[in-house]
């Protein structure tokens, strides 16, 4: 069965510029995740979405991120205005109610550079 | 907040020997634990979970051990293969059951032929 996917793999682009990142989730998955993670840093989280409830952002690190989920499937992170420390591997995941959503599959992330 | 503390040292290790990782956290006691493998350029992969209330877990060739009161994990890979290098991930609850994660920085082990 496939996994999750991420796209694009590798993202360049200008400062300032707006980017966006889609991610698709396991199918049947209800919970999907955002991490980043930095160069020598650990994942960071970012925001959760957990089926048909208000999404937790309470790790954005600041407004020019937003995240949405349509019909409980792909997400798209965007980020506005990039800045040179939002070079990053962004990383989604996605986990399964029959897990007790515990365990969390991860797409192979998008790599981002802000020149 | 949850503070995770790994070695950021890289093991270097023979094969066949048994690696140990550590996983030192602050602050409350989380409901799990979990461990992560990740390749380079790749995301993490899940190995094991193990519960607040269990002492030990296996699978196969791999043991975590949990200790609420050192508030430490650890993590074995018994007989390593050089197939076992990668970065190791812990991860745990951000808050009491709830399933966002907070990772430490990883542990890298090298598994010398």
């Known amino acids: 069965g496939a996994g999750v996917s991420q796209s694009p793999s590798n993202k360049v682009t200008e400062k300032g510029k707006d980017v966006e990142l889609r991610c698709d989730p396991i199918s049947g998955h209800t919970a999907l995740y955002w991490y980043r993670q930095s160069l020598g840093q650990g994942l960071e989280f970012l925001i959760y979405f957990q089926g048909n409830s208000a999404p937790d952002k309470s790790g954005l690190p600041s407004d020019r991120f937003s995240a949405e989920r349509t019909g409980g499937s792909v997400s798209t992170l965007t980020i506005q205005r990039t800045q040179q420390e939002d070079s990053a591997v962004y990383l989604c995941?996605?986990?399964?109610?029959?897990?007790?959503?515990?365990?969390?599959?991860f797409g192979p992330g998008t790599r981002l550079l802000v020149l | 907040s949850q503070k995770i503390e790994q070695n950021s040292e890289a093991l270097n290790i023979q094969e066949g020997k048994t690696a140990t990782l550590t996983c030192n956290y602050t602050n409350y006691s989380p409901a799990y634990l979990q461990w992560y493998r990740q390749d380079p350029g790749r995301g993490p992969v899940f190995l094991l979970l193990?519960?607040?209330?269990?002492k030990e877990k296996r699978k196969e060739r791999l043991k975590v051990t949990f200790d609420t009161t050192l508030k430490q994990s650890l993590f074995h890979i018994t007989a390593s293969q050089p197939a076992d290098s990668a970065t190791y991930l812990c991860?745990?609850?951000?808050?009491?059951?709830?399933?966002?994660?907070?990772f430490g920085k990883g542990n890298q082990v090298v598994v010398i032929p």
């Open positions: 991860a745990l609850d951000m808050d009491y059951g709830n399933n966002r994660l907070a």
């Open positions: 995941a996605s986990s399964s109610p029959d897990s007790r959503g515990e365990t969390q599959y």
């Open positions: 193990i519960r607040e209330n269990e």
